[in-house]
């Protein structure tokens, strides 16, 4: 087995990366071109007028900043040239195939049955195909973090200058597309400042000058339309408060009931953004236990396996149940090979995922907590479990012979 891996790892590789791209295409086909959620219909729409009008908008005349501008910057170019929503869902599959040649990669330097174990692991947790089927900027995302981690610790032992400059690039990009990755760029500056062994002070200048620099003319553009400080979007303040306030729970997502808080109709995205944020902190100063306890309970719900969905059409028993496998067999590996650090050393890109995965939860768990707002971070868990799982089932083969 291990000479056949060793001999046709590759050819098995793009097999499984091919037969993915066509399910994938099959699948997107099959859908229309018609939206599921409400927010792929906003995301579809804005890359329309991108690269139709010019313009950021949801409607034709109106600019807004509601939405990261990540991932309809990266659909407008393929809408221009006259892909449909079918299009822009395989667009999607394109990055999931890209994400899983990553793994396969990445894992390959160890061994070719590690990585042939990631492909696996992927196609076995489905959430993963289903999400790349929806307009949403997780699969992107996924990707995007998995070219990071390999930026990061690719074979070389030092952080060249132009990784470094790449790595803060590619960290900007994956902020405007989801901006909660603003924890992820500082768990990564302070990787480059306390493991680098050399020039760490001017590589994490050189990292967080290159975030800066991404983020800049989307924030400038952003100021001259408001007349003041927009992080990204204007619906930060509303996700706040959907996780911050009277009527929120652990697992409710945007089905809260925020309707009283009064929202004058003379405000602009950006005083509304305020606003909401204002309501949420003086709803967490007057009740602070009780914000504490959600805190608790929307990081432990960060680890669910299903979610209440404000399409009820989305949610079965069966998803549940395939959910409730495919990822507790993900993190329960995840948690194994962590127990059994003592006999199996943890590797630097194994420590940066499980700090990442933990700090994505803390943060999350500041707004609300869903699934989906998870999927890119299970997806790097795949390195640590098919490393893994190839060692012992190695080992157990060395030992089959052996005996």
Known sequence: MMHTLNKHGNKIA???????????????ISLKNHFRYHDEKEYFLIAQNIATHGTFSISDDEPTAWRPPGYPFLLAPFIWAGADVIGCR????????????LIYHFLARHSKLAGILGIFLVLCYPVLFYAAGTLYPQTIAGTLSLLLIYLLFAEDEELTP?????????????????????MSFILTALWILFINKRERWSSLFTYVVAVILMLTPWTVRNFALFGEFVFISTNGGINFLLGNSANSEANLGVNVDLSSYKRPR?????QTDKLMRYYAFKHIYQHRWESLKLYVSKFVNYFNYRNVLATASE????????????????LGVALVRLG???KYPIRDYEAYIYILYVFSALFMALFFTRIRFRLPYDLT??????????????????????I
Not at 90 to 101: E, P, Q, T
Not at 162 to 182: D, E, H, N, R, S
Not at 384 to 396: D, H, K, M, Q, Y
């Open 340 to 342: 059994l650090g003592y």
């Open 381 to 402: 868990l795949v390195l640590i479990n098919a490393r893994f799982l190839a060692i012992l089932l190695s080992r157990r083969l060395d030992l089959s012979r052996r």
């Open 315 to 330: 949610a079965s028993k069966t998803r549940d149940i395939t959910m409730l496998i495919t990822y507790g067999f993900l």
């Open 162 to 182: 132009l990784k470094v400059l790449l790595a803060g690039a590619l960290t900007g990009l994956l902020i405007l597309i989801v901006p909660t990755y603003i």
């Open 14 to 28: 793009w097999v499984l990366i091919l037969f993915t791209f066509l399910a994938g295409v099959a699948y997107s």
């Open 266 to 270: 003379s405000f602009d995205e950006a």
């Open 90 to 101: 395989i667009v999607n599959f394109v990055f999931f195939c890209l994400g899983l040649y």
